[in-house]
């Protein structure tokens, strides 16, 4: 499984490190990122994981819908 994100419209809201910190972090520049993340390009970032776990909540909470799964 895949978590990508769109890194691109990150409005910097947050929600996506206050329910799944283990996995996401805000950064200095305001937008999250996904920690570990391969960097596909054109600010899209790429995880693979055998778990989704808190991923499925920062996906939901997040206003602009910049986090995908992939299963
Ligand atoms: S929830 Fe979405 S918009 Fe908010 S910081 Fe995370 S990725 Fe960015």
């Known amino acids: ?3 990508i994100h769109n890194r691109g ?3 910097g809201c947050g929600s996506c490190a206050a329910v799944c910190p283990k996995h996401w972090k805000m950064g200095n520049d305001g937008k999250s990122t996904l920690l570990s993340a391969k ?3 054109g600010e899209k970032y790429e995880l693979d994981v ?3 776990e808190c991923n499925q909540e920062a ?3 997040c206003p602009v819908q910049c986090i995908g799964i992939e299963k």
């Open 1 to 3: 499984m895949k978590i």
């Open 9 to 11: 419209i990150c409005i």
């Open 39 to 41: 960097d596909l390009g």
């Open 50 to 52: 055998s778990k989704i």
């Open 59 to 61: 996906a939901d909470i």
